[in-house]
């Protein structure tokens, strides 16, 4: 059983210990530690319903909006735990911020929808700093060339990929710490996806990225850290070459070949 975090936690942002997840008498997660890292992408992967979105809302207590999930164990981000009573959840979710499968950009124009992080948290104190914040998270996400001339029109009305990367925008513009992506690209073509693979590998290092993926050619390119996830236990954690080429359990091992999924 491999469940043991790496020897290489000096610097983790975030840090698991023996995270179980139920919904109602449910067990979903099993006893995971983890440590996550900005210097690497971490990938998660495993077949559909072994936990990886229910143990990846744990990271940023979005699980805190669905009323049967309780969860137990230890969480920390810069080792802080963010599931004491004090923990500011709004914060959190901008110092650990999310992107979802489904593109989900407010109704609103392209501008607002990076605007409105930022000034509800106080980020900007000027016109001019919000259109600096709005300039650069839109530059950073790979978006600005596409959208400069059109900054009032709706968010909406954007391409799945151009949205998703409006998401990405949006979620860089609060300054997080740490960003958490359950199958962005899933909705996308595969130009729009290689986009956003390179968009995660530019933004790699600034961020501790975490990504859900079904594709293990997307996890073999973007991440340099992999868990594999089986029936709510994470199975194994390791470099990502290593689980792809050399995995030491036999069930990474089936799943990666193909046997199951
Ligand atoms: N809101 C919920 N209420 C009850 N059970 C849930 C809920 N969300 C997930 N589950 C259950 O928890 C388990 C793990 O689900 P989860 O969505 O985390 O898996 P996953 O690995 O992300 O799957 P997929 O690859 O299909 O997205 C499944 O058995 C699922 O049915
Ligand atoms: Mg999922």
């Known amino acids: 059983m491999v469940t043991e975090p790496t020897a290489e936690n000096a610097s983790a942002k975030m840090r698991t210990r023996d995270v179980n997840v139920f919904y109602g008498d449910k067990q979903a997660i099993d006893s995971v530690s983890i440590d996550i890292q900005t210097e690497y992408v971490t990938a998660f992967i495993g077949p559909s319903g072994c936990g990886k979105s229910t143990f990846l809302r744990t990271l940023n207590r979005m699980n805190d909006t669905i009323p049967a999930a309780r969860v137990e164990g230890s969480i920390e981000l810069d080792g802080e735990d963010i599931y004491r009573s004090r923990m ?16 989900n950009p407010f109704p609103k124009s392209i501008y607002d929808n990076i605007a409105y992080g930022p000034k509800i948290h106080g980020l900007a104190e000027s016109k001019a700093d919000l259109d600096a914040i709005v300039e650069k998270s839109l530059r950073r996400a790979g ?17 799945g990929g151009q949205q998703q990367r409006l998401c990405i925008a949006r979620a860089i513009a609060v300054q997080p710490e740490v960003i958490l992506m359950d199958e962005p690209c899933s909705a996308l073509d595969p130009i729009a996806t290689a986009k956003i693979e390179e ?20 996890a073999a390119r973007v991440s340099q850290r992999t868990a594999f996830f089986h029936l709510g236990k994470m199975v194994e954690y390791g470099h990502t070459s290593d689980i792809f080429t050399n995995p030491r359990e036999e069930r990474t091992k089936d799943y990666i070949t193909g046997r199951y999924g």
């Open 88 to 103: 500011d959840v709004v914060q959190l979710r901008a110092r650990v911020g999310m992107v979802f499968q489904k593109p």
């Open 199 to 218: 968009l995660i590998d530019e933004l790699r290092g600034r961020y501790a990225i975490v990504i859900v993926t079904h594709s293990m050619q997307q």
């Open 143 to 159: 978006l600005w060339d596409e959208v400069k001339d059109r900054l009032a029109d709706s968010g909406t009305a954007l391409s």
